[in-house]
Nanobody, 115 residues
Framework: QVQLVESGGGLVQPGGSLRLSCAASGFIFWHNPMDWYRQAPGKERELVAAMTNSGSTNYADSVKGRFTISRDNAKNTVYLQMNSLKPEDTAVYYC?????????WGQGTQVTVSS
């Protein structure tokens, strides 16, 4: 079955960096698009970054120039490098894929940006 497991979250000071990882299994990883979403308390889940199977990327305006999505097809893993973090980046971060028209989410990893 499809599994997505995020890791790498934590507490970081404003201006700091974190790298999130999402380890995938149960599907042909290189074939699928992979996305990162986030959900802050009291807010709707929003798209942060997306990568197609061919490597094209798309970012939310709020993270352009600060976040980078990448994937390692040999390791079945997608990453989100987050630099220059701001308090408003605080949220639970989720990875997502679509496989045969079914949407799959990981369990999420908490990112807290605070001094």
């Amino acid at each position: 079955q499809v599994q997505l497991v995020e890791s790498g979250g934590g507490l970081v000071q404003p201006g700091g960096s974190l790298r999130l990882s999402c380890a995938a299994s149960g599907f042909i990883f290189w074939h699928n698009p992979m996305d990162w979403y986030r959900q802050a308390p009291g807010k709707e889940r929003e798209l942060v970054a997306a990568m197609t199977n061919s490597g094209s990327t798309n970012y939310a305006d709020s993270v352009k120039g600060r976040f980078t999505i990448s994937r390692d097809n040999a390791k079945n893993t997608v990453y989100l490098q987050m630099n220059s973090l701001k308090p408003e980046d605080t949220a639970v971060y989720y990875c997502k894929t679509v496989d045969w028209a079914n949407v799959y989410w990981g369990q999420g990893t908490q990112v807290t940006v605070s001094s």
